[in-house]
């Protein structure tokens, strides 16, 4: 090995922020089922902390031996409105309570999968989920939900969107900062290894890590070094860069899965940007030549870094999943915040640059008096977007209770701090009031 | 078990000297090595061999950043097998 590469890696992790994101094991709680709600929470609690019992000492030692930090020990689970809805109760807070529980006895990040999948229509355990999830996220430090609205397949469902709304706003009634742990989707994949929107799907094994990789740093600096080149060379390097990033999540689920004796399952080729100094996707569309992110051209910038770093990190992993592109949240991203701070970023181009990125409008806060319409709208063009499309979107948003544009709304740590930003006053109440489903595309009908 | 060993900082007179003694007394192969003057900071990269179990990996992890404090230089020990998942194909 030449000292050059030695160098070169140690300063990918030493000033250019690489990591491991996340290590993620997904749980199936199926066989946790259960009409009593006790046995079933009990079920649960026994397995989980079975299931995950070494995994933050695994990801320790790890850490150690190679050297490559690990930020985040998670866990996903079964959809919990599926795995509850035998339940003889119509209050699903018990298990948000009892996912808190043996996430803090495992010194675990974050747990996911207090979820439901109504792309269609809803089952009775989703009603009572959806009821649920500002009373179980208030209740607990460590649980996020998901509910996933829309699909290419199924269309969007807008009795649920017009739902959600409210849900959201109910959240923010109680706790702005617990909507962080909220992410609505259309097209949800089922082995995300990230949060808010993780859960373990059904498709799944019964237990499985997942890995996120993250590494906006990295390349930023590599391109760095081709300033002023044509696009054909921007895309050649992201490539490359990608390549390297996403061997070391490959390398350490590996690892990990053979340490856990459990199956790897994917690994999820994000960028995920951290509010650290030179670790922000913002500056990477920078470096590619705008301005600020925002600028005329920031979508055409966006597109070629999530189509290249997808390109670069396929042929460096067996199995590639999650999300897997270039996430834009707000929050967590200091040059996006500088240039919503600035004003050269506005909701409508965030909106723009999800067609075609990995996610959606994430970690976007605005005004407390918001309406429930207006949010159900920005989720419908949202789902939209990814119905058509074929890709995932998402919105996980902030309404600031109390709070107007020019402020600013702080989360803490990893999570950052976001300015408000400004939202079409129009309403779309009787948009919204419509209920019903929105048609699969016709792109959908590919038998 | 292949380590990639790094010692990083001002140079001065028995760097090498002390990085080897402590590998020799850690039982450290020392299969490779290479130093130089970057910038002014001193930087030496070994490539060693851990051959038998006596000491855990924290272990010598912990003596070689007491040996780094002792004489004011960042030492740092990893497994080879990351680098070689980021470089090679």
Redesign the interface.
């Known amino acids: ?1 030449e ?1 050059r ?6 300063q ?1 992790i030493d000033e250019e922020h690489l990591d491991i994101r996340t290590i993620t094991m997904g749980i199936s709680l199926f066989d946790c089922i259960d009409s009593n709600v006790d046995k079933a929470c009990q079920r649960i609690y026994d397995k989980i902390t079975t299931k995950a019992r070494d995994l933050v000492k695994v990801a320790q030692d790890i850490q ?5 930090p690990i930020v985040n020990k998670r866990i996903s689970v079964t959809p919990i409105a599926m795995v509850a809805a035998a339940a003889d109760t119509d209050n699903y807070v018990a298990y948000a309570k009892v996912l808190d529980r043996a996430a803090s006895d495992l010194g675990i990040d974050i747990i996911g999968g207090f979820s439901a999948l109504v792309q269609k229509g809803y089952q009775s355990g989703d009603r009572k989920l959806i009821a649920s999830i500002p009373e179980a996220l208030s209740e607990t430090s460590k649980v996020c939900s998901s509910v996933n609205i829309g699909s290419t397949r199924a269309g969007i469902n807008m009795d649920a969107v017009a739902q959600m709304g409210t849900i959201v706003k109910d959240i923010a009634a109680i706790d702005p900062l617990k909507c962080m742990n909220l992410v609505i989707f259309a097209n949800a994949v089922e082995d995300n290894p990230f949060m808010a929107g993780a859960f373990h799907g059904v498709g799944e094994a019964d237990c499985a890590i997942n890995m996120g990789i993250s590494g906006p740093g990295v390349v930023k600096r590599a391109l760095e070094q081709v300033k002023g080149q044509p696009f054909d060379v921007v895309s050649e390097t992201i490539k490359k860069t990608a390549f ?1 990033v996403t ?2 999540g ?2 350490v689920g590996n690892i990990a899965a053979k340490r856990l004796n459990v199956p790897f399952g994917i690994v999820d080729l994000s960028l995920a940007p951290t509010p650290a100094p030179g670790d922000s996707v913002a500056e990477i569309l920078e470096e590619i030549g705008l301005e600020s992110v925002g600028a005329p051209g920031t979508t055409a910038a966006l597109a070629l870094l999530n189509d290249a770093v997808k390109k670069g990190g396929i042929m460096a992993c067996e199995h590639v999943g999650g999300l897997s592109g270039a996430f834009i949240p707000v929050s967590e991203d200091q040059g996006m915040i500088k240039a919503v701070q600035a004003g050269k970023l506005s909701l409508e181009k965030l909106e723009a640059m999800t067609a075609v990125c990995s996610v959606g409008l994430d970690m976007v806060a605005v005004p407390g008096d918001t309406t429930a319409a207006t949010i159900s709208g920005l989720l419908a063009d949202e789902a939209a977007i990814g119905m058509i499309n074929n890709k995932t979107t998402a919105i996980r948003i902030i309404p600031a209770t109390g709070q107007s544009v020019g402020e600013d709304i702080n989360f803490g740590g990893l999570f950052g701090h976001a300015p408000i930003m400004a939202v079409n006053q129009s309403q779309p109440t009787d948009f919204v009031a419509r209920g019903g489903r929105i048609p699969a595309p016709v792109h959908s009908f590919k038998n | 078990m292949k380590v990639i060993i790094t010692v990083i900082g001002n140079d001065k007179v028995g760097i090498v000297a002390a990085v080897s003694q402590k590998l020799a007394d850690l039982n450290i192969n020392i299969i490779d090595m290479s130093q130089t003057l970057m910038q002014g900071n001193f930087t030496m990269m070994l490539v060693g061999e851990i051959s038998n179990q006596q000491n855990s990996f924290a272990a010598i992890q912990e003596q070689l950043t007491q040996l780094g404090t002792q004489i004011d230089v960042t030492i740092r020990i990893q497994r080879q097998e990351l680098f070689d998942a980021i470089q090679k194909l």
């Not at chain 1, 590469?5 to 140690?10: F, M, N, V």
């Not at chain 1, 150690?64 to 490559?68: F, H, K, R, S, T």
């Open positions: 090995m000292t590469q030695i160098q070169e890696t140690l990918m150690m031996e190679y050297g490559v390297k061997r070391v490959q390398f």
